[in-house]
């Protein structure tokens, strides 16, 4: 299986920034995708952004310009870092990660915890 720790969520003021971190760990044989998602209270879990081999990069037009996906694949861990925040990020933040576990398995996605991330006015 696949385990997934998310960390760097928490409370800023409006412009300001975080960083957050998720690492995948367990029986990882390929990572096929990573990405961010979110959900603020009373909404669906919307994308944020998500990142491929190669890397590319897909990002909701809501963030563009704001935040930045990356990923180590030494570390297999992605990264958002989130700049220029505002009261409308405030949602908690999932992590997914579409890896196998084996050379045949089929590709399944995997959540995190999530993390909440709350920007003040």
């Known amino acids: 299986q696949v385990q997934l720790v998310e960390s760097g969520g928490g409370l800023v003021q409006a412009g300001g920034s975080l960083r957050l971190s998720c690492a995948a760990s367990g029986s990882i044989f390929s990572i096929n995708a990573m990405g961010w998602y979110r959900q603020a209270p009373g909404k669906q879990r919307e994308l944020v952004a998500t990142i491929i081999s190669g890397p590319n990069t897909n990002y909701a037009d809501s963030v563009k310009g704001r935040f930045t996906i990356s990923r180590d694949n030494a570390k297999n861990t992605v990264y958002l870092q989130m700049n220029s925040l505002k009261p409308e990020d405030t949602a908690v933040y999932y992590c997914?990660?579409?890896?196998?576990?084996?050379?045949?398995?089929?590709?399944?996605?995997?959540w995190g915890q999530g993390t909440q991330v709350t920007v003040s006015s």
């Open positions: 997914k990660v579409v890896a196998s576990i084996n050379r045949d398995s089929v590709p399944y996605a995997y």
